[in-house]
Nanobody, 119 residues
């Protein structure tokens, strides 16, 4: 089992920055991927960014150039640096960890952290 704990959300003005963190603990395999999702009220969940243990990253078009995902594998932590925040970035942000063994895939979710972008 894996536990994920996000932190760093809050209220920020448009154009501001926030840095989200997600610490994973438990039975973590050396090869995995960690993602940030978000869900705004009344909207579908959106995959924001992915970072693999091998160093690959991917971003949603809506955040490219503004958000940066990074990892500290030694600390089992993933970060999401969010710059140039817009009101449409307001959402609950969730961290996930995906890993698999020889027979099964596993996906774990954190409890989420709220980000509000408003003046």
């Amino acid at each position: 089992q894996v536990q994920l704990v996000e932190s760093g959300g809050g209220l920020v003005q448009p154009g501001g920055s926030l840095r989200l963190s997600c610490v994973a603990s438990g039975s973590i395999f050396s090869v995995n991927a960690m993602d940030w999702y978000r869900q705004a009220p009344g909207k579908q969940r959106e995959l924001v960014a992915t970072a693999t243990s091998g160093g690959r990253t991917n971003y949603a078009d809506s955040v490219k150039g503004r958000f940066t995902i990074s990892r500290d594998n030694a600390k089992n932590t993933v970060y999401l640096q969010m710059n140039g925040l817009k009101p449409e970035d307001t959402a609950d942000y969730y961290c996930t960890l995906r890993q698999r063994d020889a027979t099964n895939g596993y996906e774990y979710w954190g409890q989420g952290t709220q980000v509000t972008v408003s003046s």
